[in-house]
T-cell receptor, first 113, second 111 residues
């Protein structure tokens, strides 16, 4: 069935360290994988995405990698800062006529100053 | 360009009351979605629309109805609210390049 698993559920790192969040998905036809950041009381905001025709994408301190064979993708944040503290959600686009996103359960990232 | 907007921002209902949540987007997007987010949880799809005049069920459609009479508006209705529908409701619209952008949310409490 439609499923995206996300790990870990919570992650605490020291400021300046790196953080990695991993997701696996069930629909082998999925070809679009966005990551959202949600601060407390705010809307989810798209921070980076990757399509299946690439294996890695970077945007400043954020990078996403995709392994289509293993059906997993990861978010990497380097040189973490306190303002990176938030809940991060991965998602996979379901390849039927809806193009709906199936979301992971979220990772609460805490960056300790 | 306001993006995706939602009204109201907050609402408290008594069990059995009805209400309609409005989502509007000014980006000419065909696809629109309604999600709910319960505390500490991810987002679950309630209903979606692939264009004006069309709607379809998502993962958790029971107790909700939707309408898309105009391309820019997507309405979510609760006919008889229940405490289990206490949640934050987010609307989103999708670009041709796959990105989904969310509205600011509606925080609904049913007592």
């Amino acid at each position: 069935g439609e499923n995206v698993e996300q790990h870990p559920s919570t992650l605490s790192v020291q400021e300046g360290d790196s953080a990695v969040i991993k997701c696996t998905y069930s629909d082998s036809a999925s070809n679009y994988f966005p990551w959202y950041k949600q601060e407390l009381g705010k809307r989810p905001q798209l921070i980076i995405d990757i399509r299946s025709n690439v294996g890695e994408k970077k945007d400043q301190r954020i990078a996403v990698t995709l392994n289509k064979t293993a059906k997993h993708f990861s978010l990497h944040i380097t040189e973490t800062q306190p303002e990176d503290s938030a809940v991060y959600f991965c998602a996979a686009e379901w390849m039927d006529s809806s193009y709906k996103l199936i979301f992971g359960s979220g990772t609460r990232l805490l960056v300790r100053p | 360009n306001a993006g995706v907007t939602q009204t109201p921002k907050f609402r408290v209902l008594k069990t059995g009351q009805s209400m309609t949540l409005l989502c509007a987007q000014d980006m000419n997007h065909e696809y629109m979605y309604w999600y709910r987010q319960d505390p500490g949880m991810g987002l679950r799809l309630i209903h979606y629309s692939v264009g004006e005049g069309t709607t379809a069920k998502g993962e958790v459609p029971d107790g909700y109805n939707v309408s898309r009479l105009k391309k820019q508006n997507f309405l979510l209705g609760l006919e008889s609210a229940a405490p289990s529908q206490t949640s934050v409701y987010f609307c989103a619209s999708r670009t041709l390049e796959y990105e989904q952008y969310f509205g600011p949310g509606t925080r609904l409490t049913v007592t």
